[in-house]
């Protein structure tokens, strides 16, 4: 398996533009994760999906960013409109099995916008 | 709220110079407690998972330990190539998600 694959790994875009991250789950895995990391924070839980319903969205900053999971290997996080604040690293993680199973997180997609 | 807590926040060693890395967390229930490591520029690599007092687990250098309120993951005889920020997360509860602590800075020098 190729692993969660995420794209574009490097987004530039000026602020008030919408910016889309994409994320395609390991195959067979049946929950998704949204994590952004920032030096300041470390890594925050933006959204969690399982089945690809969205259970947890409490991490979600604001609604300026919304995500949305239409089938098990495919998932959006898109931010409209953009702000410098949002500049990070947004990771996407999968896991399969039982509740207590490891996640496998993509490489990221670094976001700046200037 | 679940709590995880790594320290040191970074550690400097020599070739060769064992050591370890400590993560406490404060939680209702823990279900799961997993290691990762991140080199810059990517994500979280998975090493271990770890689920009840006393577990270890163990991969070529590295060894992962659990005991009611933390882990720790030694490293023995550590090389360049083992400079990373190591992660620790913990499931708990009834929740899905893991917590990630802020993680510790590793760098070898040769």
């Known amino acids: 398996d190729a692993g969660v694959i995420q794209s574009p790994r490097h987004e530039v875009t000026e602020m008030g533009q919408e910016v889309t991250l994409r994320c395609k789950p390991i195959?067979?895995?049946?929950?998704l994760f949204w994590y952004r990391q920032t030096m300041m924070r470390g890594l925050e839980l933006l959204i969690y999906f399982n089945n690809n319903v969205p259970i947890d969205d409490s991490g979600m900053p604001e609604d300026r960013f919304s995500a949305k999971m239409p089938n098990a290997s495919f998932s959006t996080l898109k931010i409209q409109p953009s702000e410098p604040r949002d500049s990070a690293v947004y990771f996407c993680?999968?896991?399969?099995?039982?509740?207590?199973?490891?996640?496998?997180f993509g490489q990221g997609t670094r976001l700046t916008v200037v | 709220e679940d709590q995880v807590t790594q320290s040191p926040e970074a550690l400097r060693l020599q070739e060769g110079e064992s050591s370890s890395l400590n993560c406490s967390y404060t939680v209702s229930g823990l279900r799961g407690l997993f290691w990762y490591r991140q080199d810059p520029g990517k994500g979280p690599e998975f090493l271990f998972t770890?689920?009840?007092a006393g577990e270890e687990k163990e991969k070529e250098r590295l060894k992962a330990t659990l005991t009611k309120k933390e882990s720790f993951l030694h490293i023995t005889a550590p090389k360049p190539e083992d400079s990373a920020t190591y992660l620790c997360a913990v499931l708990s509860g009834g929740s899905y998600i893991p917590t990630f602590g802020r993680g510790t800075s590793l760098i070898v020098h040769p």
């Open positions: 993680a999968s896991k399969g099995g039982g509740g207590n199973t490891e996640a496998f």
């Open positions: 195959s067979g895995h049946n929950s």
């Open positions: 770890l689920y009840s």
